[in-house]
């Protein structure tokens, strides 16, 4: 997110030290720091809840405004207090870490990343429909299981569960709702076994059927349907020995 | 206070049907028939009505949404009964736009389709989101289609799409280039059929322009054919097309199918 603090400007009568410019800069530094420290959660060094509801707020609009969907995903790490009580609190922070490293690695520019509190995060998927943010959620699971997560806690595979769900424009809804909406389903994937992506149905857009086969071939006249399957069978009749020949020859 | 204008649009799914060279040509009759009529250019991206009837362009529906123009600006008089609304070419943001930016158009639009009692919109061709927008706008969407099983599957993947996403019912077939009022006929029963045994739509028949070179030929010379040849088989189907219309228009006003805010598939 963009500073809303620029850097201080040069003095106007070109001084090389004006005592006020040097305490403007130091406040705008100061505010610099101050903001990061209210938008960041300062384990992870992702975006903390109380960002995310404001940038959730955010995107939400500019579905409105751009027709565009916007996705969330909602996650939450597998058996996490186990790791603590095994290893104790400084591996279960090391894994937080990692993890966070590894998902910030695993998502697009756009996307914005949050620890919401806990073991539990959620990604942000601005102008992203729900397939689209299916995939991703399953890229990150993926990238979980690929690579060990933590040196000390080696032993114990780390996991997620995963709820994704998306807002269209025409829905009606407020950015605490569509949390509760993907919070729902991250509870079902965690009944569903854990280690899963969960997604609504509800929130897919009716399926897009177009126009299907059995639509078009009535507009087919008898005669060409006919042919259209002679030369079908015909095709694989003649192609595969010749295919074969060639590659004895 | 004038009553609302009637609006209808031209689209077909297929493009080459012959929707830009009709929507020319009936608003040209609806015109000398003493309706008041504004032929607006749906083809956001690639403007074609200027050029089939060899209009300068100054000033399009690109300005009024880009620039804040005044849309009474944008268009030109052909008569003093037939007014047309250019649209851009070449500008492929244009078929694109976004809720928000068909909000501002069915604003400005509303206002000026005030001052008309008929408005044509003749689309582009293909299902794109201008095309969908203009078919939820419209009252009366008609349905270019001709014999060729491109233009039919096309013209019904149309109507589908139209039904479903934007709760359309009801579809104005207009048979073009047919060699004669029989192959019409076949082409409208053919789809109508497949409309009613899978959508349970029944579709209406508007009616049928023949096959005649004169069409070409006037698109050449960038002149309406009913202006080149009034007499000519196309012409004379087109003058009936325009009585059919104006009949539709003076009939009582339909009732609103659907907001005219589009809804997103």
């Known amino acids: ?249 | 206070m004038q009553a609302r204008p009637r609006t209808f649009c031209l689209t077909s799914g297929k493009g080459g049907v012959g929707k830009t060279s009709l929507a020319v040509n009936l608003a040209y009759v609806l015109a000398d028939r003493g309706k008041k009529v504004l032929l607006i250019d749906g083809d956001l991206g690639l403007a074609n009505v200027d050029v089939l009837l060899g209009l300068p362009v100054c000033s399009t529906i690109q300005d009024i949404i880009c620039r804040q123009g005044d849309p009474l600006e944008s268009v030109s008089y052909l008569t003093p009964q037939l007014a047309i609304l250019p649209a851009s070419s070449g500008v492929p943001e244009m078929v694109t736009l976004g809720p928000e930016e068909h909000a501002q158009l069915d604003e400005t639009l509303q206002d000026l389709i005030r001052h008309f009692e008929i408005v044509l919109v003749d689309t582009a061709a293909g299902i794109g989101p201008s095309v969908l927008w203009f078919g939820s706008w419209v009252d009366h969407i008609i349905v270019l289609v001709t014999p060729d099983p491109t233009s039919m599957t096309d013209a019904y993947a149309l109507i589908k799409v139209m039904a479903q996403n934007y709760q359309r019912r009801r579809f104005h077939l207009l048979l073009n280039a047919v060699r004669n009022e029989q192959e019409g006929r076949q082409t409208f029963d053919t789809l109508a059929k497949v409309a009613e045994r899978f959508l349970h739509l029944s579709l209406a028949y508007l009616g049928s322009t023949p096959l005649d070179p004169i069409v070409c030929q006037a698109i050449r010379d960038q002149v309406p054919f009913i202006r080149l040849a009034p007499n000519r088989p196309a012409s004379q189907a087109v003058k009936i097309l325009a009585d059919r219309l104006a009949s539709m228009v003076s009939c009582r006003p339909p009732r609103r199918q659907t907001p005219p805010k589009a809804k997103l598939a």
Not at chain 1, 21 to 36: A, T
Not at chain 1, 172 to 179: C, E, I
Not at chain 1, 189 to 213: C, E, F, H, W
Not at chain 1, 215 to 241: G, I, M, W
Request: glycine share 6%; proline share 6%; with cysteine.
């Open chain 1, 1 to 249: 997110m963009q500073s809303p603090f620029p850097k201080a400007p040069d003095c106007p009568l070109g001084a090389k030290t004006c005592p006020l410019l040097k305490v403007l800069r130091r406040l705008h530094q100061e505010c610099r720091r101050l903001l990061q420290l209210a938008q960041t959660d300062p384990l992870t060094g992702l975006f903390n809840r109380r960002c995310l509801l404001k940038a959730l707020e955010r995107e939400m609009e500019r579905t409105r405004r751009t027709g565009l969907p916007t996705s969330l995903i909602m996650i939450d790490l597998d058996h996490f207090k186990r790791i603590n009580d095994t290893f104790g609190h400084h591996t279960g922070d090391q894994v937080l870490r990692a993890v966070s490293r590894i998902w910030s690695q695993n998502i697009r520019q756009l996307d914005i990343l949050c620890r919401y509190g806990g073991e539990e995060f959620a990604i942000i998927l601005p102008g992203t429909r729900l397939p689209q943010a299916v995939r991703l959620a399953e890229r990150l699971q993926a990238a979980l299981a690929a690579g060990p997560v933590c040196p000390n806690a080696h032993s114990v595979a780390i996991t997620a569960s995963f709820g994704v769900a998306s807002f269209r424009p025409e829905e009606k809804m407020s950015a605490k709702r569509f949390l509760a909406r993907a919070d729902r389903l991250l509870l079902q994937a965690k009944m569903q076994g854990r280690n899963n992506v969960q997604y609504q149905d509800s929130s897919l857009p009716p399926a897009p059927t177009g126009v299907t086969q059995e639509e078009r071939l009535a507009f087919y006249t008898k005669r060409n349907a006919y042919e259209q399957t002679y030369h079908h069978a015909s095709q694989t009749q003649d192609v595969l020995p010749d295919q074969r020949q060639r590659r004895r020859g």
